[in-house]
T-cell receptor, first 113, second 112 residues
Framework: NAGVTQTPKFRILKIGQSMTLQCAQD?????MYWYRQDPGMGLKLIYY???????DKGEVPNGYNVSRSTTEDFPLRLELAAPSQTSVYFC????????????FGPGTRLTVL | GESVGLHLPTLSVQEGDNSIINCAYS??????FIWYKQESGKGPQFIID?????DKRQGQRVTVLLNKTVKHLSLQIAATQPGDSAVYFC???????????FGPGTRLSVLP
């Protein structure tokens, strides 16, 4: 199993540009999550999904959108990039609810200039 | 609001010594806690978890202690090795178990 994969690893955006961060898992996990991690800080939940077709907001959803059309994929969309979105983004998945181990991807480092 | 914090942002220990990393949480309704290890340039990796109906859980070289009375969590690493150098996060499941709350992390440095 590849586990949780994320692409791209690095990206530089100009203010106002848009992009999609890709996340996929091959563990047949129902739950998937997007976090952002600012320098020297812990992770903050952006969005999560409890299954295909179901998504919900986390702590910091503004400026982002998600979709979950399949169990495997959970892309994160930035529509109008802002410098405040410069961060490292981690995707994670778990078999069931949050009360279970989450498996994390390697992260995407995004810089908005 | 709920918060999860750590008492020390950095910790340096000699190789072979035991390490203790502390964490405080504020949500008394939290019933599940995880410790993660994050190495430089990588995503967090699960170390050990504990549910609120327990006060101690042991893994391989690691022990997590939970004190619900004072809302305190600790991670003990026995015989710390250079490979243990990383940032350690505690996470709290909060009220509903979906929104994990992560602390800012403690950087553990193992000295030769």
């Amino acid at each position: 199993n590849a586990g949780v994969t994320q692409t791209p690893k690095f990206r530089i955006l100009k203010i106002g540009q848009s992009m999609t961060l890709q996340c996929a898992q091959d563990m047949n996990h129902n739950y998937m999550y997007w976090y952002r991690q600012d320098p020297g800080m812990g992770l903050k939940l952006i969005y999560y999904s409890v299954g295909a077709g179901i998504t919900d907001k986390g702590e910091v959803p503004n400026g982002y959108n998600v979709s979950r059309s399949t169990t495997e994929d959970f892309p994160l969309r930035l529509e109008l990039a802002a410098p405040s979105q410069t961060s490292v983004y981690f995707c994670a998945s778990s078999y069931s609810s949050g009360r279970n181990e989450q498996f994390f991807g390697p992260g995407t480092r995004l810089t908005v200039l | 609001g709920e918060s999860v914090g750590l008492h020390l942002p950095t910790l340096s220990v000699q190789e072979g010594d035991n390490s203790i990393i502390n964490c405080a949480y504020s949500n008394s309704a939290s019933d599940y806690f995880i410790w993660y290890k994050q190495e430089s340039g990588k995503g967090p990796q699960f170390i050990i978890d504990i549910r609120s109906n327990m006060d101690k859980r042991q893994g391989q070289r690691v022990t997590v202690l939970l004190n619900k009375t004072v809302k305190h969590l600790s991670l003990q690493i026995a015989a710390t090795q250079p490979g243990d150098s990383a940032v350690y996060f505690c996470a709290d499941s909060g009220n509903y178990g979906q929104n994990f709350v992560f602390g800012p992390g403690t950087r553990l440095s193992v000295l030769p």
